[in-house]
Structure formats: C-alpha cells, structure tokens
C-alpha cells in the first residue's frame, strides 16, 4: 500500500492509491498521482470538505484478530459513527460482529468477496465480487443498501471504477494512513497514536486495520484529542461535499 508517494499508472492501466499526507493540519494532496481526474469522473472520495473540521473513520476488515469487538465499545462509549469495509471471508466467520456494527448505527462497507486485484479482473467478476458481499450482508443485519466499497489493497483501474459506480458504489479511498496492517508489526499504541494525529485535518477519511492491537489501544485517546481540537466525527453518509 503506497500511503506517501507518487504513483503512476502501470502499463495494465492499474493504479496503486498513494498520496501526499497532510502536515500541520495542511489539505493532503494527489495532485501529482496521475489519477485525480479518474477518481473526480467516477465520483469517489479522497477527502470531505477541506474547510470543516469533520473526521470520517473508516475500517478494513479483511478478517478478525480480535479486536473489532473492542473497536466497537469504544465507539459506542464515544459516540462516533464509522464505516467497516469486509470481506467475503469476514463475512462468514464474524457474522456476530456483523450483526453488532449494524444495530449500532455503523455503515458496512463492499471491500469485496474474495479480496482481488479488481484491476486485473472482469467486469463481470467485478459485479459477482461485490453482489455476493452484498447479498450475504442484507441477508445477515438486513442492510438493504451498501453505498460504499474500498477496493482490495488501493488497487484500482478506469474499469473497476466504472463498473463500481455503475453498480451503485462510491469509492473511497483515504487521506489519513500508515503502515498498520501487519498484526506481528505493532509498534504500541503511541505509534498508532502519533501516526494518526500527526496527519489530520479537516475532511480527513482516515483509514485504519482492525487487525492492529495499536489502533485498537489508540482509538479512544485519538477520538478524545481529535474533540479537544474542534473536530466531529461523521458518517460517510453525512458528507456533504467531497474532494477530487
């Protein structure tokens, strides 16, 4: 996962999402990526409104170290609204933790059935990907819509975009990262910490894993302090404007 750098489309046509990170409450930038205009056509996020201090949690979940249950009491004692992406594979081991996203006023998000490059896939296998999430979610919380994805890896193309969008989903990528996906890599809960409030900034859609005993440990202090600085936080739905 490119988090910082410029990236440029290989020769397949595929793009690997990287940006330019925020500094000192600074807008981030993926003006020199090569794919700005590509996500402005399909309409996906990058960032909310860059003139209100508004934060947009967002989670991968891929599958389940343990973690998500604790995730989810902070939220629910902090009050604050997220977004989990899931799996094929999530969904059928952590029905439960499904179920509890959903009856506590959680969005869950397509990050597509079996986790594939959608850049080197069909069409047709990029419908039957996202269509089976779908399904398998409203038939487990009764989530009748799913508005969202966040493709496999940040790995995208002009037609796993077009196709996305054609489906009814808006990409969304993010602005606030780090390296935070790799459950034998933690690095303690003020690594986590550090990471994230270093990067903020208003409209920021931050991404983390909720694979990581750091965030996990470091979601509530980074809630509190991310108040404390005049920041709310927000459902994706709520967004009223969006950056490209």
């Known amino acids: 996962m490119l988090l910082g750098q410029a990236t440029m489309a290989s020769a397949d046509g595929s793009y690997h999402f990287g940006f330019k990170k925020s500094v000192n409450g ?47 009491d902070v939220l629910k004692e902090k009050q604050v609204p997220a977004i ?94 780090y390296r935070d996906w790799e459950p034998k890599h933690q690095k303690g809960w003020e690594y986590a910490y550090k990471n994230v409030m270093a990067q903020l900034h208003p409209g920021a859609v931050i991404l983390l894993h909720s694979v990581s005993k750091d965030n996990t440990e470091a979601l509530a202090r980074i809630i509190d302090d991310a108040k404390s600085k005049g920041y709310q936080f927000k459902s994706l739905d709520e967004m009223q404007s969006r950056t490209p």
């Open 26 to 72: 600074q807008p981030p930038s993926i003006d020199e990526e090569g794919f700005k205009g590509l996500l402005k056509q399909r309409g996906a996020i990058f960032t909310g409104d860059p003139a209100v201090k508004e934060l947009y949690l967002t989670f991968d979940n891929g599958y389940e170290q343990g973690y998500t249950g604790k995730i989810l």
């Open 84 to 177: 989990f992406f899931v799996t094929g594979h999530y969904i059928k081991t952590e029905p439960e933790l499904l179920k509890r996203m959903a009856q506590e006023g959680h969005l869950i998000g397509n990050h597509s059935w079996s986790h594939p490059d959608m850049s080197q896939i069909s069409a047709e296998r990029i419908q039957k990907e996202l269509n089976q999430v779908k399904t398998e979610v409203s038939a487990l919380t009764g989530q009748k819509e799913m508005r969202y994805l966040r493709a496999p890896r940040g790995i995208f193309s002009g037609q796993s975009l077009a196709v996305s969008q054609g489906l009814g989903y808006t990409n969304v990528f993010w602005s606030v990262a």
